[in-house]
């Protein structure tokens, strides 16, 4: 398992990762439209700012559907012609999280504990995954408190899975490849989903604010009619 870790990080550090984060097949957005957007802006930072090294994108496992991230981030990986990775939980977490999981164009696979041994020393850089951990965890306790105080439910259990997810991907790709690119699909996230966990990852050092590419033309993604 070492050794295939190893070996599949190092295939992955040749490329400069790619993170799109958005809403899931709610998403009642265009996706072809939201894409057109994404990989404007994303050809607009790299223009300005080059990755130095060739562009692979990155997703964590969501199963195709007609909208949302899966089909947006095949609509970018066309656009901009990129190959794609994979990263999964691993079968002990969420057994169904791979198996679902959409693989169109993608050369690398790994999963969630591959990515956190980048992170296990205490001293790892960008941030520990100790740190990072301690970072979703108040995340979810005060977005709970939150939800209680609305007269809500708490956030499921498998939200803590996710936003860890979703924030050590990102942590490890920046340290092992040196660099991680962060888009969103939507100017507005909300407070409650996976997405937000996205403030943890900046809180402590995971990901800089240099590293993301904002959504900033929601008109142009007005709603299929």
Known sequence: ???????????????????????????????????????????????????????????????????GISAITRAVASELSLPRALVCLDDSIDPSHSRDADRDGVILELRYS???????????????????????????????????????????????????LQEVTKAALRAACGGVTVAHTAEEISPFSVTSFYEAGLAVGAVNESDMVRFTSERECARER
């Open 1 to 67: 398992m070492r050794d295939s870790a190893a070996r599949l990080l190092l295939l992955l550090s040749e490329y400069h990762p790619l993170v799109i984060e958005g809403m899931g097949s709610y998403d009642a957005r265009a996706p072809g439209t939201v894409a057109a957007t994404v990989s404007r802006l994303l050809r607009q930072r790299w223009e300005a700012s080059p990755p130095g090294k060739p562009v692979i994108l990155v997703t964590q496992g969501d199963p195709l559907a007609a909208r």
């Open 114 to 164: 591959m990515l956190a041994g980048v992170l296990e020393p205490p001293g790892a850089a960008p941030a520990s995954l100790a740190a990072l951990t301690r970072a979703v965890d108040s995340s979810l306790a005060a977005k709970n408190a939150a939800r209680e105080a609305e007269g809500k439910p708490r956030l499921k259990e498998y939200y803590r899975d996710y936003a860890l």
